[in-house]
């Protein structure tokens, strides 16, 4: 039984977890509503509910900006990114946790050194790089900074969880013949999926909300993606809120989406880290 104690306990912490729900999803709840409002409902009565609930902000968004191609864009430059992260930062992990080498913990410590230093810091050289090597105003240099800045805490979160895994399931592997890259698809990754969804998280949510980059290094409007191409809706006199705050929506709605669907195994990653 639960003492009097533990109940207000528990009771306090239930209470800010429910706090900082409401503080956290609030200022979303806003984001949405004005999405259905004009101008006018927006500065007259901003936290109220809207008097109709119109499509015509949406229907303004389809029709007269290129909202879909740059959303489309980031889709790509999103997806390619966690793709190559996940790629190069399982098989650098891998090595690193399952192989035991002279310089292993000097490999690992180069990749845990990136995450010390911001990439936004050495902006001026990486540009002229990339412009050195025509990659100014392409998805691939885009791309290219994006697996720089994801390949260090993605080695790091998948070298913890992969030194926890028993080596007893590769060495029976080994024993029945299988060979090492078969043990390292077959066995050890698809064990190490909550990490791997972690990390896809993790430089996904970054990555799509990303608007400094794409800034720097893109400049055809073809090219640019949702958080830059958002600038488009707001004018040099007039901005119309609705609009912007239906972009906005839109813009938050997919990487919503893949944290609700991917939650389950993300918080299982966490606990299974936390235990181990």
Known sequence: MKTSNEWIKNGSIQALLVLNALLMLYPLLVMVLSAFKTNAEIFSSPFALPHSFSTANLQKVWDQTNFIRYMLNSFGVTLASIALILVFGTMAAYAIARYEFKLGGAVLMFFISGMTVPLKLAIIPLFIQLDALHLVD??????????AMGLPSAVFILTGFLRTLPRELEESARIDGASELLIMLRIMLPLARPAMVIVAIQNAVPIWNDFFFPLILITSDDLKTLPQGLTVF??????????????????????????????????????QGAVK
């Open 138 to 147: 392409t998805y691939a240099g885009l791309i290219l900074v994006y697996v």
């Open 234 to 271: 707001i004018g040099e006199f007039t901005t119309d809120w609705g609009v912007m705050f239906t972009g906005l929506t839109l813009a938050a709605l997919p990487i919503t989406l893949l944290y609700i669907v991917l939650s389950k195994q993300f918080i299982a990653g966490i606990t």
